[in-house]
Nanobody
Framework: QAQLSESGGGLVQAGGSVRLSCVDSGRTFASHSMGWFRQTPGKEREFVAGISWSGNTYYADAEKDRITISRINLRNTLYLQMNKLQPEDTAGYYC????????????????WGQGTQVTVSS
């Protein structure tokens, strides 16, 4: 069972960058596809990026030019590099694990981290 914990969030100025990390302390990381989602109060959780267990990546259309998802299976760690941040990127960011090969739907993910907050100041 995946046990996920995110880190790397914080306060960032507009135009800046941040790299989020997600560590899986379970023993299933290499066999799961992973995703990053974000959520702001009152809104549904939104897909940001995903990566299959084999390393295939896919992104939300609006983000693909600014965001890179990656994973290092030997470290049980997932990353999200975000560049050119804007205030509208302010959100809680969550990593999640799925048994599906590729999915953008939160309901397809069976394990979630507690989230890390990214706040972008203008």
């Amino acid at each position: 069972q995946a046990q996920l914990s995110e880190s790397g969030g914080g306060l960032v100025q507009a135009g800046g960058s941040v790299r989020l990390s997600c560590v899986d302390s379970g023993r299933t990381f290499a066999s799961h596809s992973m995703g990053w989602f974000r959520q702001t109060p009152g809104k549904e959780r939104e897909f940001v990026a995903g990566i299959s267990w084999s390393g295939n990546t896919y992104y939300a259309d609006a983000e693909k030019d600014r965001i890179t998802i990656s994973r290092i299976n030997l470290r049980n760690t997932l990353y999200l590099q975000m560049n050119k941040l804007q205030p509208e990127d302010t959100a809680g960011y969550y990593c999640a694990a799925t048994r599906e090969t590729l999915s953008r739907a939160p309901g397809q993910y069976h394990a979630w981290g507690q989230g890390t907050q990214v706040t972008v100041s203008s």
